[in-house]
């Protein structure tokens, strides 16, 4: 068994006719929008026609594209594999977008991708290193739309406008909540064309926004997949059908896609998530939905006004300054106001709570079932 990588060296030389298009395939295109391509393949009016691979190899900024260091080594050796491949080799690109503002609390970013004539891939990037990718992501806790997921509707319809047939839709993290959010929003006509919908252990929504779109014509085209101890993609996922991909490593490091096993040219899939990680999923959701607006915008604000206290616009030097972050951290806990901190006491406390009964009721159960077996003995 490997990863996406390992998948290139050994498939990446089968067209798709010989192998039909796969979510392996998906999550090596959705990892591959985590590059950066600002100034590399044109925007959405640009003029400029897609940009083929060997053109984005050949570009001055290459380099460019490994800005973010947390993966430069794997993300080098994604876009060499992809571009050597007869699988991957052709793709153009085109329709990129890559918005970052923070008085919105937005980080938007998307491409198209032409693998061949037929098989043409709109995806959506995930949180990047930005801090301010980060806060949306916490603000998909709200019942109302984020500014990115009315974006990925908008880009759905204009991208669709550069695609003459069916296409696929998707991404991972964000992405995949992104890909899910704008194909159940945007025009029917558009919606009619998507073959399918790729969310990479992307969140899910609120009942209440799920009820706003066209959820129902849309579900039986979602492929998701969660890794074993998958956090994020379970967010406020409670409806739906779902895969889970053995990861090579434990917990939360499971959300990145290089730790996602591939068996031949297929996902490595096991029957279910983690029974630990499972409860907890569920016990986080039903906290989650347990909030009304109010508490939920100070709670978000809060953590984000604790993080922002440590003056970087990124996680790669939060990360890197980790002692000097945690210190200013700890002084802006220090000045959060009284009301503030009372209801974000009651809200851990609430949660606390839960967890603590969910506990109770858990074992309990175990201590039934434990005695109806010694009963059978």
Same mark, same amino acid.
């Given at each position: 068994?490997?990863?996406?990588?390992?998948?290139?060296?050994?498939?990446?030389?089968?067209?798709?006719?010989?192998?039909?298009?796969?979510?392996?395939?998906?999550?090596?295109?959705?990892?591959?929008?985590?590059?950066?391509?600002?100034?590399?393949?044109?925007?959405?009016?640009?003029?400029?026609?897609?940009?083929?691979?060997?053109?984005?190899?050949?570009?001055?900024?290459?380099?460019?594209?490994?800005?973010?260091?947390?993966?430069?080594?794997?993300?080098?050796?994604?876009?060499?594999?992809?571009?050597?491949?007869?699988?991957?080799?052709?793709?153009?690109?085109?329709?990129?977008?890559?918005?970052?503002?923070p008085e919105q609390?937005?980080?938007?970013?998307?491409?198209?991708?032409?693998?061949?004539?037929?098989?043409?891939?709109?995806?959506?990037?995930?949180?990047?290193?930005?801090?301010?990718?980060? @806060? =949306? !992501?916490?603000?998909?806790?709200?019942? $109302?739309?984020? *500014? /990115?997921? %009315?974006?990925?509707?908008?880009? +759905?319809? &204009?991208?669709?406008?550069?695609?003459?047939?069916?296409?696929?839709?998707?991404?991972?993290?964000?992405?995949?909540?992104?890909?899910?959010?704008?194909?159940?929003?945007?025009?029917?006509?558009?919606?009619?064309?998507?073959?399918?919908?790729?969310?990479?252990?992307?969140?899910?929504?609120?009942?209440?926004?799920?009820?706003?779109?066209?959820w129902q014509e849309?579900?039986?085209?979602?492929?998701?997949?969660?890794?074993?101890?998958?956090?994020?993609?379970?967010?406020?996922?409670?409806?739906?059908?779902?895969?889970?991909?053995?990861?090579?490593?434990?917990?939360?490091?499971?959300?990145?896609?290089?730790?996602?096993?591939? @068996? =031949? !040219?297929?996902?490595?899939?096991?029957? $279910?998530?983690? *029974? /630990?990680? %499972?409860?907890?999923?569920?016990? +986080?959701? &039903?906290?989650?939905?347990?909030?009304?607006?109010?508490?939920?915008?100070?709670?978000?604000?809060?953590?984000?006004?604790?993080?922002?206290?440590?003056?970087?616009?990124?996680?790669?030097?939060?990360?890197?300054?980790?002692?000097?972050?945690?210190?200013?951290?700890?002084?802006?806990?220090?000045?959060?106001?009284?009301?503030?901190?009372?209801?974000?006491?009651?809200?851990?406390?609430?949660?606390?709570?839960?967890?603590?009964?969910?506990?109770?009721?858990?074992?309990?159960?175990?201590?039934?079932?434990?005695?109806?077996?010694?009963?059978?003995?």
């Open positions: 068994m490997g990863t996406i990588l390992d998948y290139l060296r050994e498939y990446g030389d089968y067209s798709f006719e010989e192998k039909p298009f796969s979510d392996v395939d998906s999550l090596v295109i959705s990892q591959l929008s985590y590059l950066k391509f600002d100034g590399i393949v044109p925007g959405p009016g640009e003029g400029r026609g897609p940009v083929s691979l060997p053109e984005i190899a050949a570009h001055a900024d290459y380099d460019h594209l490994y800005a973010d260091e947390r993966y430069r080594k794997d993300n080098t050796a994604l876009f060499l594999g992809v571009l050597k491949s007869r699988r991957f080799g052709q793709m153009r690109m085109w329709n990129y977008v890559n918005q970052i503002e609390e937005s980080q938007f970013s998307a491409v198209v991708c032409g693998l061949t004539e037929e098989i043409v891939y709109v995806v959506f990037r995930g949180t990047d290193e930005n801090i301010v990718g980060w @806060k =949306e !992501d916490l603000n998909l806790a709200f019942s $109302e739309p984020v *500014p /990115g997921q %009315k974006r990925s509707t908008a880009y +759905l319809e &204009e991208a669709a406008q550069t695609i003459p047939g069916r296409f696929f839709v998707g991404g991972h993290s964000k992405g995949g909540n992104f890909a899910v959010y704008a194909s159940m929003h945007c025009e029917p006509q558009v919606r009619e064309r998507i073959a399918a919908i790729y969310d990479h252990d992307g969140p899910g929504f609120r009942p209440e926004v799920r009820a706003q779109g066209a849309i579900e039986e085209r979602i492929h998701k997949t969660v890794p074993r101890s998958s956090l994020v993609g379970m967010l406020l996922y409670t409806e739906g059908n779902y895969q889970v991909v053995e990861s090579k490593t434990i917990g939360l490091a499971q959300h990145n896609p290089y730790t996602w096993l591939v @068996k =031949e !040219d297929a996902f490595r899939i096991v029957d $279910e998530i983690r *029974p /630990g990680r %499972k409860f907890m999923d569920q016990t +986080l959701n &039903e906290w989650i939905l347990s909030l009304d607006q109010a508490q939920m915008h100070i709670f978000v604000d809060t953590l984000y006004r604790v993080v922002q206290a440590s003056e970087t616009d990124n996680l790669i030097d939060f990360t890197a300054h980790w002692f000097q972050s945690v210190q200013k951290i700890g002084k802006a806990i220090g000045e959060v106001d009284e009301e503030t901190a009372e209801v974000v006491m009651k809200i851990m406390r609430a949660l606390f709570d839960m967890v603590s009964l969910h506990v109770k009721e858990q074992a309990k159960l175990e201590r039934h079932l434990k005695s109806q077996h010694s009963e059978k003995k």
